[in-house]
């Protein structure tokens, strides 16, 4: 049909297609699966232009690959989208989908229909997905529980050393931005990157750190005890909307003109400035203004000679982070200012590198929002931390959310693995105990694949958590010894979210691709 409406169409029938499929799937999967783990690989992508990005975020892979191939290009994005919802668990998807048409792909060959199969994998699905609640590891979801969740995002993602810091402060951060009662917005927490010294020395700000400074060479550097006054004020000349002109015959009418000009500008500042002497008369108290849109040099003269410390041009992300960080309210009129609008800030002062300016805002009394200012050596670590510490803080997050944890390092699929195969295998009937099984062996990729990202033999590794996973305990994978591990007392823990969104996602995809016969692929029409 397709060659009769375009002779330049490509078609390919049923055993072609599916091949074309599997293929494509096992080729994503063997790009991504050194990179699983603590003790995965590092990917280098070179781009057109010759960046160069050396990561192991099966994310930011597969955003940054460039996937021509329709079945690896659909994989790549369900994969993605599994971090868009979750935060974790790309290279995961990946994998279980690759090891699913993998599977398949044997039962295939053996004559077994693709739907049969499919029947196979709903049924597992749907077992695993009732299953899994009740995995839920019994640990007190506190700040131990929520820095080894973060630690075990994190070491997938860097290196240990900064893992093992970097955890401490995503869950303090997430801790600091938590309301009681209110759904927790990432958002809050700043994420400021600073090329200097090593990435040993990065620390969480219960504060802001913004990324400019003062504007004039008078403004104190440093002020401690300051109220703080954000708005979204414009403190300069603005030209007149419509095309005008003014028309004077002597010097002393243009300079009145002039003046006249400045009065609405003075006046606001004038006002802030009055502001600043009431609350601050006869104390030891200081004056910061951080404005939204611009303040002109006048203006910036005029809070110089004050003592003022004025902002201008923050962003609107960081107008809010300062209210909740620093208290007070962000005003848009200058009209009726008075003390309670202002928030409070211990010290506010400047650092200069290089080029760049940054303004420290510390020692806040009841912070909601905070910044994970990093720093590294280069560009690539600032890069590769920033990629972890966005997973980290989501791995957090989704622990606070669920209010549980499950097993790490392998022991959920080996327990998904016993569950499906003694107890659901009994209850399915006919060939479609064949696809259950398929799905079950799928399940362990994950246990192998970290065996053999750490050096160790996969099926000597499998064997050994089959046996230890008959006491039913949570058993996973000790990367250092390749030896069975009791996961609670080793604090491997994951989230609860990505693994029900994984069995959901990973079995949709590989049983849609399984059912492809036919892959139409346009043309160029050659009538033209």
């Known amino acids: 049909m397709a060659q009769l409406l375009n002779r330049g169409a490509e078609v390919s029938r049923r055993g072609q297609a599916l091949h074309h499929t599997i293929s494509a799937a096992k080729g994503l999967q063997d790009v991504l699966r050194s990179n699983l783990g603590p003790k995965g690989?590092?990917?280098?992508?070179?781009?057109?232009?010759?960046?160069?990005?050396?990561?192991?975020?099966?994310?930011?892979l597969l955003h940054e690959m460039q996937i021509q191939n329709p079945t690896a290009s659909m994989i790549a994005r369900a994969s993605t989208a599994q971090d868009d919802i979750c935060g974790d668990g790309t290279t995961t998807a990946v994998l279980l989908i690759g090891e699913l048409l993998k599977q398949a792909e044997r039962q295939l060959a053996e004559g077994l229909h693709p739907r049969v199969i499919v029947d196979g994998f709903d049924a597992a699905r749907d077992a695993m997905l009732a299953w899994l609640p009740s995995q839920k590891l019994s640990v007190r979801i506190d700040r131990e529980a929520l820095v080894a969740v973060s630690r075990c995002s994190l070491l997938t993602k860097t290196s240990p050393d900064i893992a093992n810091q970097l955890a401490e402060m995503v869950t303090d951060a997430v801790l600091t931005i938590q309301k009681e009662g209110q759904p927790l917005d990432l958002h809050m927490v700043e994420i400021q990157s600073m090329e200097h010294l090593s990435d040993r020395e990065s620390r969480l700000v219960k504060g802001l750190v913004l990324d400019h400074g003062g504007r004039h060479p008078d403004m104190p550097k440093s002020v401690k005890n300051a109220f703080i006054l954000t708005c979204n004020v414009s403190l300069e000349y603005e030209k007149s909307e419509v095309q005008s002109g003014f028309f004077y015959s002597n010097a002393a009418e243009r300079e009145a003109m002039v003046e006249a000009e400045r009065v609405v500008t003075d006046d606001r500042v004038r006002k802030i400035i009055a502001l600043k002497k009431a609350v601050t008369a006869g104390t030891d108290k200081t004056f910061v203004v951080i404005n939204q849109k611009g303040i002109d040099p006048p203006s910036l003269d005029l809070f110089a000679r004050e003592g003022i410390?004025?902002?201008?041009r923050a962003?609107?992300?960081?107008?809010?982070?300062?209210?909740?960080a620093c208290g007070g309210v962000a005003v848009s009129s200058v009209d009726d200012l008075t003390e309670d609008v202002l928030g409070f800030a211990g010290t506010v002062y400047e650092q200069v590198l290089a080029d760049e300016k940054y303004t420290?805002?510390?020692?806040?009394?009841?912070p909601f929002s905070c910044t994970l200012l990093l720093k590294g050596p280069n560009r690539h670590t600032l890069v590769q931390m920033k990629d972890a510490v966005r997973d980290g803080l989501r791995a957090v997050k989704n622990a606070v959310d669920d209010g549980c944890v499950v097993a790490g390092g392998g022991a959920l699929e080996v327990a998904a693995w016993r569950h499906l195969t003694t107890e659901v295998a009994q209850q399915v009937k006919g060939k479609a105990k064949l696809g259950l099984q398929a799905y079950a062996e799928a399940l362990l990729v994950v246990p192998k694949t970290l065996a053999q990202n750490s050096g160790f033999d996969a099926q000597d590794v499998i064997v050994k958590l089959q046996e230890a996973s008959e006491s039913g305990n949570a058993v996973g994978l000790d990367l250092a010894t390749g030896e069975p591990v009791d996961v609670v007392a080793a604090g491997i823990y994951d989230n609860f979210i990505v693994k029900k969104q994984l069995v959901g996602l990973a079995s949709v995809i590989a049983s849609q691709l399984l059912l492809v016969d036919e892959i139409l692929r346009a043309g160029r029409d050659v009538n033209k």
């Open 315 to 324: 962003k609107r992300r960081n107008m809010e982070r300062l209210s909740l």
């Open 309 to 312: 410390l004025a902002l201008r």
């Open 41 to 60: 690989t590092l990917k280098m992508l070179v781009s057109g232009a010759g960046d160069i990005k050396i990561t192991k975020d099966g994310n930011v």
């Open 360 to 366: 420290f805002v510390e020692g806040v009394r009841n």
